[in-house]
């Protein structure tokens, strides 16, 4: 999901999470190509992705900061999860304030989700 957007925030203009995601004002996530299919695999290939998936599937934005104190890693190897996630389209992102807030895009969960139950009646 996505977070509000800064004119439907009340805390715009602050480093405050918004309250809750929303995936309304992104656009739709690419096509599950194969391309996109693997992107997505890429994506979930590693448990500390994976861990931060979890972290977001509350549908509570979190900065890199939280998920770093969260995971114990440095805010390096975090960053490059990040980077990954996002790629992947897995991932929303808001800059507010000084902080870039994240949250879980459930629709691409959703559609790869549906795209591996494909393949097994496949």
């Known amino acids: 999901m996505m977070i509000l957007t800064a004119a439907s925030n009340p805390r715009a203009g602050t480093s405050e999470p918004p309250q809750v995601c929303d995936e309304s004002d992104l656009p739709s996530p690419l096509p599950l190509t194969d391309e996109q299919f693997a992107r997505v695999a890429r994506g979930l290939a590693h448990p500390t992705r994976i861990a931060i998936m979890r972290q977001l599937s509350n549908g509570q934005p979190r900065s890199a900061g939280d998920i770093v104190a969260d995971t114990g890693l440095a805010q390096s190897t975090v960053s490059e999860h990040l980077r990954f996630l996002r790629d992947a389209q897995l ?32």
Not at 110 to 117: G, V
């Open 91 to 122: 991932l929303g992102s808001q800059k507010v304030g000084s902080r870039v807030w994240y949250c879980l895009r459930c629709s691409v969960v959703s559609k790869f989700a549906e795209a591996i139950a494909d393949l097994a009646h496949d």
